[in-house]
């Protein structure tokens, strides 16, 4: 608490102090939102927090509230716009893509990559999932002990389906995974960052160029003949192949790793999904890690376009909101003992991938490649375990993108 002083040089009535924003995790709790913030939700459905550049937008704490905000049109993503809440400092105002506009240019660029995402899609690709997923098993068991699944799986499953859906060569996964990784980093320079998203432009524009001189059957192309046609420009598809690339490879690879290390800190939990083929329960289980990990664990960020009145409290035009999903699938009104990992909880309605118009594109796909990896791998491997101590592991703390850097295992 602060106090401070009136005209008349007394002292007026304490304030709370505001807590900065991002909040370290707990020591030895690596599967838990930051203490601060479940302390704020007890608090109260809102509250200021302070950013790295000293602006104090209002953080929003229960998962009804989150979602009525995130689906509300008066609330803007366009990270251009006085008063948004930037997750770090950067060299240009450039968006990337369309995550960060609104209606309707958003839905206009959102519409041109939808169809490669849909279910019925994804169910036509499973087997293709499937079949990299066993692959890198295999390896996996041919390979040396312990073996880092991170390096050795959880990355490579995603990039190379992410990979043939775009039309980007795997041989190149080395540079873009490097690139992505500084792109995602909070501690990076702004510099940094910035030629590291102009490395990945450039590198999606020179394959655009390539693929729309020798068309192939891949999400790159279809994005070509839309330039030709004068749909797109060139940048616009650049930016939506790194958007794509990134959010393609990077959640899913993190999502994999620590579902697995909470599962083997939860034997009993493993225990069900190792020793079922009931692809309901694989279903359930996949929602239930997504609603009790959150590996976007940074807030998902807008700003205000016109006042709002909600939780009791007016929400002013221009000011910053933050919707943490950790929290918001923590809250207990609407998924009891949130903090128990429960893998037979219907717990469909978590806010992993946002709400409203902006709710994650690639959901289809990361849900596809998570039910074929978590239904697989304890399968194959059953006698999987890590080897060393949770205490010795090294947590992305620093990221947008929360996860692990490396999970030693043997067998």
């Known amino acids: 608490m602060t106090s401070t002083l009136n005209p008349t040089g007394e002292h007026q009535a304490e304030l709370p102090e505001i807590p900065e924003f991002p909040m370290a995790r707990a020591a030895g709790c690596p599967f838990d939102p930051p203490p601060g913030l479940l302390a704020k939700q007890r608090e109260g459905r809102l509250a200021k927090v302070r950013l790295w550049d000293g602006s ?41 893509s369309f995550i960060m506009m609104d209606d309707p240019d958003h839905a206009r660029l959102r519409r041109m990559v939808t169809a490669p995402f849909t279910i019925k899609r994804m169910a036509a690709l499973r087997p293709a999932v499937q079949k990299i997923v066993d692959d890198l098993i295999d390896d996996l068991l041919a390979g040396p002990q312990p073996a880092d699944l991170v390096q050795e799986f959880a990355l490579p499953v995603p990039s190379l389906v992410i990979c043939e859906l775009l039309g980007v060569p795997y041989a190149d996964h080395d540079f873009f995974q490097e690139n992505s990784s500084v792109l995602i980093q909070r501690d990076a320079t702004p510099e940094a960052r910035g030629a590291a998203g102009e490395n990945l432009r450039a590198y999606l524009d020179d394959l655009v160029g390539q693929k729309t001189a020798a068309p192939a059957d891949a999400l790159l192309t279809g994005l070509g003949e839309r330039v030709k046609a004068g749909e797109l420009t060139r940048d616009e598809v650049a930016q939506m192949g790194v958007l794509l690339l990134i959010a393609g490879h990077e959640t899913t690879a993190n999502m994999i790793a620590l579902g697995t290390l909470a599962l083997l800190e939860h034997p009993d939990q493993l225990a069900l999904l190792r020793d079922t083929d009931d692809p309901k329960l694989v279903a359930s289980a996949v929602e239930e890690l997504l609603r009790y990990l959150n590996i976007t664990h940074s807030g998902r960020r807008r ?23 950790d929290i918001g699938n923590r809250d207990a009104d609407v998924f009891p003992d949130p903090g128990r990992l429960d893998l037979t909880r219907d717990a469909r309605r978590h806010v992993a991938f946002g709400f409203g118009v902006h709710q994650c594109l690639g959901q289809p796909l990361a849900r596809l490649e998570l039910q074929v990896v978590y239904s697989t791998l304890y399968r194959r491997i059953p006698t999987l375990r890590l080897a060393t101590e949770v205490e010795r592991l090294s947590f992305k703390h620093n990221g947008s993108v929360y996860g692990v850097y490396e999970l030693p295992v043997a067998w």
């Open 56 to 96: 104090t937008p209002w953080l929003v704490t229960r998962y009804d509230d989150q979602r009525t905000l995130l689906g509300d049109p008066r609330v803007s993503a366009d990270a251009t716009r006085p008063g948004y809440p930037r997750i770090m400092p950067v060299t240009s105002q450039s968006s990337i």
């Open 303 to 325: 700003v205000v376009l016109e006042d709002i009145e909600i939780a009791g409290q007016v929400l002013r035009a221009g000011d910053g909101i933050i919707t943490p999903n």
